[in-house]
């Protein structure tokens, strides 16, 4: 018996062992007519097993390139497109180096560190003093998500005052967003639900098994 871990391995498996085998036998074919032609009908077999990418950039050269790599660069055809060099396909992508920067404070990351920093440069004025209070709002939210029982604004205004080595204050009467307005995602200037996290009072009307309880009471007595 034939099995697949004893036959050829399949150079992109997405197409089959059939499209495999149909591409050698177009490429075993002289006549280059005839084998151009075996090729086009082939392009259409492959297009017919993946229609969901037809709307991809390129679809039809895509198609004429994986025919290349499946024939193993052995088709010679007058195809609409040049066959793709087997140098560019067997290279390797350059690795690429892990960052290695240092984050102070890991709750808030490191690119609201570059946003700080480029906030100092900002001229006084009430649009800084609007984005350094975004900021602060930003820095809060991210610590409630490590951290929710522990956070206050004096805590956030000396984070962001080390951030910005001292660069960037808060406004003595600046308030920063409610905890619970954060949590919800709940715009700054929103009223906070009185009450929302309170647990609903018990009504018999709205108990299920009110009901049940009173007829075992009355077979009791």
């Given at each position: 018996?034939?099995?697949?871990?004893?036959?050829?391995?399949?150079?992109?498996?997405?197409?089959?062992?059939?499209?495999?085998?149909?591409?050698?036998?177009?490429?075993?074919?002289?006549?280059?007519?005839?084998?151009?032609?075996?090729?086009?009908?082939?392009?259409?077999?492959?297009?017919?097993?993946?229609?969901?990418?037809?709307?991809?950039?390129?679809?039809?050269?895509?198609?004429?390139?994986?025919?290349?790599?499946?024939?193993?660069?052995?088709?010679?055809?007058?195809g609409p497109y040049p066959p793709p060099s087997q140098d560019i396909i067997d290279?390797?992508?350059?690795?690429?180096?892990?960052?290695?920067?240092?984050?102070?404070?890991?709750?808030?990351?490191?690119?609201?560190?570059?946003?700080?920093?480029?906030?100092?440069?900002?001229?006084?004025?009430?649009?800084?003093?609007?984005?350094?209070?975004?900021?602060?709002?930003?820095?809060?939210?991210?610590?409630?998500?490590?951290?929710?029982?522990?956070?206050?604004?004096?805590?956030?205004?000396?984070?962001?005052?080390?951030?910005?080595?001292?660069?960037?204050?808060?406004?003595?009467?600046?308030?920063?967003?409610?905890?619970?307005?954060?949590?919800?995602?709940?715009?700054?200037?929103?009223?906070a639900a009185i009450g929302s996290n309170r647990r609903k009072k018990f009504s018999p009307k709205n108990d299920k098994n009110s009901h049940y309880r009173d007829?075992?009471?009355?077979?009791?007595?």
């Amino acid at each position: 018996m034939d099995y697949n871990s004893t036959r050829e391995k399949l150079i992109i498996p997405e197409y089959g062992r059939n499209v495999q085998q149909m591409a050698a036998f177009v490429v075993s074919i002289e006549d280059r007519e005839k084998r151009t032609n075996l090729a086009k009908v082939l392009i259409g077999v492959m297009a017919q097993l993946h229609p969901e990418n037809r709307d991809t950039t390129d679809y039809k050269q895509k198609l004429w390139d994986h025919l290349h790599i499946i024939s193993g660069f052995k088709l010679d055809v007058d195809g609409p497109y040049p066959p793709p060099s087997q140098d560019i396909i067997d290279k390797k992508p350059e690795q690429i180096a892990y960052p290695q920067t240092n984050i102070r404070f890991r709750p808030y990351g490191k690119n609201i560190e570059n946003i700080i920093h480029k906030a100092c440069e900002f001229e006084e004025g009430p649009e800084k003093d609007a984005l350094v209070k975004n900021i602060a709002n930003h820095l809060k939210k991210s610590y409630l998500n490590w951290n929710r029982d522990s956070v206050n604004d004096e805590l956030i205004t000396g984070h962001l005052a080390e951030l910005s080595s001292g660069k960037l204050k808060l406004s003595d009467d600046t308030r920063l967003a409610h905890t619970n307005e954060l949590l919800r995602g709940a715009p700054s200037n929103a009223p906070a639900a009185i009450g929302s996290n309170r647990r609903k009072k018990f009504s018999p009307k709205n108990d299920k098994n009110s009901h049940y309880r009173d007829n075992r009471n009355r077979k009791k007595n």
